[in-house]
């Protein structure tokens, strides 16, 4: 069963333009949504995370938009650039009582054109 | 910081082989995840550590797969058999206890042909 969804699979911009991926999940007990960026060869690595108390983070051109009701949320890449090219995955934990365990969506493969 | 550490970063065997993957976690993180990536899956969560204790390996698809951790700087992943289609890449994490953020190692990248 996947828990999260995300889209688009795969997604090609222009430098300067804004890149927006979008994620869903079904288990209202998620409480932690990092978003992960992973280069060919290297393992992912956390970009920005929000909490569902919040509806937006900011974090230079990072952007995470939250909508608790729709159980959505997304990122925004704003004046995308080349070195942003990358595949990004959404997550979402829930405490366990002993650490958190992350559900990752299938990833969305990004690719900035000059 | 070192970061987390795998190792081998590559490796090619053939099918029926025993394989094992190892990690050192980063010094001082208490809990230690083993993920699974595919184009096909993405990346599936295999087993995770809590204090080296194995909390949840609902992940682990069969009795193939096992994982230990003996000590809090280090752990394994072996496969034994292995068979083709456990061909992938495999990412060892690590995080505080008390933390969300899960930090990854590069990964090593299975082939068994």
């Given at each position: 069963q996947q828990q999260v969804k995300q889209s688009p699979q795969s997604l090609i911009v222009q430098k300067g333009g804004i890149s927006i991926i979008n994620c869903a999940y079904e288990?209202?007990?998620?409480d932690y949504f990092p978003w992960y960026q992973q280069f060919p060869g290297k393992g992912p690595a956390l970009l920005i995370a929000i909490r569902p108390d919040v509806s937006e983070k900011k974090e230079g051109r990072f952007t995470i938009s939250f909508n608790k009701s729709a159980k959505q949320f997304s990122l925004h890449i704003m004046d995308s650039q080349p070195g942003d090219s990358a595949t990004y995955f959404c997550a979402a934990s829930i405490r366990t009582g002993t650490a958190s365990k992350l559900t990752f969506g299938t990833g969305t493969r990004l690719q900035v054109t000059l | 910081d070192a970061g987390v550490i795998q190792s081998p970063r590559h490796e090619v065997t053939e099918m029926g082989q025993e394989v094992t993957l190892r990690c050192k976690p980063i010094s001082g993180h208490n809990s230690l995840f083993w993920y699974r990536q595919t184009m096909m899956r993405g990346l599936e969560l295999l087993i995770y550590f809590n204090n080296n204790v194995p909390i949840d390996d609902s992940g682990m698809p069969e009795d193939r797969f096992s994982a230990k951790m003996p000590n809090a700087s280090f752990s394994t992943l072996k496969i034994q058999p292995s068979e083709p289609r456990d061909s992938a890449v495999y990412f060892c994490a690590s995080s505080f206890h008390s933390g969300n953020t899960i930090y990854f190692g590069e990964g090593s990248w299975l082939t068994v042909v």
């Open positions: 288990n209202t007990a998620f | -």
